[in-house]
């Protein structure tokens, strides 16, 4: 779809701090809660997304993200949404990438195998899924403008997620930083899918 003509806009959210996040450590499937911290972020994002007419709400299962959901709009009824799952760590999960390097020097959780783990384009077949799912609830919308698309999500999700909305490899999140609490948008520039925001703290 061309922006000039409407289309559908993806907004990003990664949820607020965790204990782990805050220490920097692999978190994918363990389920942790906000802390204090991350619950005033989540709290935070409300005046900026609460104005904003979503068609859909799509949030990833894990308590961290409906915690941010919830406590970002808490009148929201989203669908939940396996393929915004964080990525699965396998045997890196708890541990901080300084602590993995310890025991292997340039160890890089975007470019070696670990084992058990996802790899990066097995995450970008799932963010393509997720992508399709989203525009398709945006696009069932109907009507003239820009139809506006919730997703509450991870930090490696959502930048592979970003790559492959951009049309380029899932390794490319990488090189977009994304901190917790923050909104980020996708869209269109004419005919382009374009990054129209990324990495807002507010």
Do not use: K
């Amino acid at each position: 779809m061309s922006a000039l003509n409407g289309g559908v806009r993806l907004w990003l959210v990664r949820h607020g701090e965790t204990e782990w996040s805050r220490a920097l450590r692999h978190t994918g499937r363990t389920d942790l809660p906000l802390t204090d911290h991350g619950r005033a972020q989540a709290t935070a994002l409300a005046p900026r997304l609460r104005e904003v007419p979503f068609v859909a709400i799509r949030c990833s299962p894990l308590l961290r993200a409906r915690q941010t959901l919830e406590l970002a709009l808490p009148e929201a009824a989203p669908t939940l949404d396996d393929h915004l799952q964080e990525r699965d760590y396998g045997v890196a999960e708890g541990r901080t990438t300084t602590e993995l390097r310890a025991e292997a020097p340039g160890w890089d959780s975007w470019t070696v195998a670990i084992d058990g783990a996802e790899t990066i384009d097995q995450v970008g077949a799932r963010a393509d899924r997720a992508i399709a799912q989203a525009v398709a609830a945006g696009e069932s919308a109907g009507g003239p403008g820009d139809h506006d698309v919730l997703l509450v999500s991870h930090g490696h999700l959502l930048r592979v997620l970003a790559a492959r909305w951009l049309g380029q490899p899932a390794v490319l999140g990488a090189q977009l930083a994304l901190a917790v609490g923050t909104v980020s948008v996708l869209g269109f520039e004419r005919e382009r899918r374009a990054l129209l925001r990324w990495n807002d703290a507010g």
